[in-house]
């Protein structure tokens, strides 16, 4: 079965230093989302990308997150510098648009982050 | 917008039903309904994208009121393995931009035991 890639699973990091997460959507697919997971946001949507181009990254917080792709194969998160509020799971997930009727979103196993 | 789920949590026995809401406040032009297991990340179950639309996989099933702006996910005869949080996303119809943008609902947690 196809995938989608992140790394690493877990990172505990100091406050004030730089993270990076990194994502390998799968092979062919067009459309790449970053979403946090918290217990009191839920599933928020960061940023996401169409052919590697940014589409919308208004859930992101400006100051201290960045979004890219640099190719098709790699999609990155970074925060700089980090804050203990930042500690959440982090979801990559890519898909196909237009899909039609039986394509959803696929999801990376997530990073899990831990700023103390 | 976030959708709205209800109810928050459900609990089962094995062999009953369960209804799982959708509720948006602008218009959809699709619904993805996901599962989450504990640790593990949102699983793909399936999409609506007509009004009226419903659609089954297994023994869950889901409709999509485009009018009403609610989805609703059905669980019938429910087995141990349905346990988790259960996701809708919603696609507003504003096209461009957010052609393909999904907003998840709070999710709703299943617990089905023995």
């Known amino acids: 079965d196809a995938r989608v890639t992140q790394t690493p699973r877990h990172k505990v990091t100091e406050m004030g230093q730089e993270v990076t997460m990194r994502c390998q959507p799968i092979?062919?697919?067009?459309?790449v989302f970053w979403y946090r997971q918290t217990m009191m946001q839920g599933l928020e949507l960061l940023a996401y990308?169409?052919?590697?181009?940014?589409?919308?990254d208004s859930g992101m917080p400006k100051d201290r997150f960045s979004a890219e792709m640099p190719d098709a194969t790699l999609a990155t998160l970074k925060i700089q510098p980090s804050e203990p509020r930042d500690s959440a799971v982090y979801f990559c997930?890519?898909?196909?648009?237009?899909?039609?009727?039986?394509?959803?979103?696929?999801f990376g196993s997530g990073t899990r982050l831990t700023v103390v | 917008q976030q959708p709205v789920q209800s109810p928050q949590a459900v609990i089962l026995r094995e062999g009953e039903d369960a209804v799982i809401n959708c509720s948006s406040s602008k218009a959809l032009y699709s619904v993805h309904w996901y599962r989450q297991k504990h640790g593990e990340a949102p699983v793909f179950l399936m999409i609506?994208?007509?009004?009226?639309e419903q659609k089954g996989h297994e023994k869950i099933s889901a409709s999509f009121n485009e009018k009403k702006q609610q989805s609703s996910l059905y669980l019938t005869a429910s087995q141990l393995s349905y346990s988790g949080t259960y996701f809708c996303g919603t696609e507003g119809l504003a096209g461009g931009t957010s052609y393909g943008k999904l907003t998840f609902g709070q999710g709703t947690i299943l617990t089905v035991h023995p």
């Open positions: 997930a890519s898909g196909l648009l237009p899909g039609g009727t039986n394509y959803g979103y696929t």
């Open positions: 609506l994208l007509k009004g009226g």
């Open positions: 990308f169409r052919n590697r181009a940014p589409l919308d």
């Open positions: 092979l062919g697919h067009n459309t």
